[in-house]
């Protein structure tokens, strides 16, 4: 049962991760990544194989941060004269992409069959020991990964961004570079995502396309509207609400009489949702409602720009 509730808590480590990516490329940048599950099998992918061939697991880890990181300002560049719908059913196409070559490119991903045996930081030295010093690995990067995003926010880059999502023309009638801020932003959020990829693969030693399917994208996106879909505590405490009701489902379900394996999954799914949907009712704006905050264009108001201090609208639903 102990190793159970700290794989549990580690997996919560690992969404936390992903919510914070997506608070930094929706909730603060304004764009609506749907492809969030590719970028997560991107830096799993990447650092798999990485070290595969000799390459330390750090460095797998910053591999497949950066890659994803690039791929994502790449998607981002590429369909910079969309609208923000637009980008949104590109990076659901992006993922799916992701997974197919994943399936396909068998001298590479060996297909269907995945990757097995993948590196895990002394695991052989810990024995018994690894699994609690992995989640206290995983807690300290999602702590310090929070606490970088949250400076980063708070400095003129943050408020420029909530300029850009509360108004893009004129964010860039203010003077803004609205691409730039734009491809920073999906940078950061997808080199996040991928990083939760990467630790993701060394915690489980094996991948699979099938490890990376469109639903994990839905959990995040509910983690981080649970939470408060622009605040950083939001997407770590929306993660372990989520992950928790998953969970708790499981053995909720398995009570019930008279239902085979798919109906306990069906029930499953409706629980979780019947419960967010409760939730949401009580919390429109999730557990942490958007703070007053203040977009660049604020600072810039003895200039003659806009001053804008009243909450952030959401300018996109899923």
């Not at 069959?113 to 690995?137: E, M, Q, R, T, V």
Request: proline share 3%.
């Amino acid at each position: 049962m102990t190793t159970y509730l700290i794989f549990i808590l580690t997996i919560a480590g690992i969404y936390a991760m992903l919510s914070l990516g997506l608070v930094t490329i929706w909730g603060q940048g304004g764009m609506v990544n749907l492809g969030l599950v590719g970028f997560f099998s991107l830096g799993a992918y990447t650092s798999a194989l990485l070290t595969a061939h000799g390459v330390p697991i750090v460095g797998g880890w910053v591999a497949g941060a950066i890659f994803s990181g690039l791929v994502g300002a790449a998607l981002t560049y590429t369909t910079r004269k969309m609208r923000g719908d637009y980008l949104a059913i590109v990076s659901l196409g992006f993922a799916e992409v992701i997974r197919l070559i994943a399936m396909n490119e068998t001298w590479l991903t060996h297909g269907s069959d995945g990757i097995s045996g993948i590196k895990a930081p002394y695991k052989l030295a810990l024995g018994n020991a690894f699994d609690g010093f992995y989640l206290i690995l995983v807690w300290a990067v999602v702590a310090i990964t929070a606490w970088m995003i949250s400076r980063l926010l708070r400095a003129p880059f943050g408020r420029a961004l909530r300029a850009m999502r509360d108004d893009e023309q004129v964010a860039a009638v203010a003077g803004k570079p609205v691409l730039q801020f734009k491809l920073k932003s999906f940078f950061i959020g997808a080199s996040v995502t991928g990083l939760a990829g990467a630790m993701y693969a060394h915690l489980t030693s094996y991948i699979a396309p099938d490890s990376f399917v469109p639903l994990l994208t839905i959990y995040i996106f509910l983690a981080a509207t649970l939470g408060g879909y622009t605040r950083i505590k939001g997407a770590l405490v929306g993660a372990v609400v989520v992950v928790a009701l998953l969970e708790l489902s499981r053995y909720f379900a398995a009570f019930i009489p008279g239902l085979n394996a798919v109906q306990i999954a069906s029930v499953r799914e409706m629980s979780i949702s019947l419960t967010l949907i409760i939730v949401m009712q009580m919390w429109p704006d999730g557990l942490f409602a958007p703070k007053n905050e203040k977009s660049e264009c604020h600072a810039d108001n003895t200039a003659g720009n806009i001053n804008e201090t009243r909450p952030a609208p959401r300018t996109h639903h899923i």
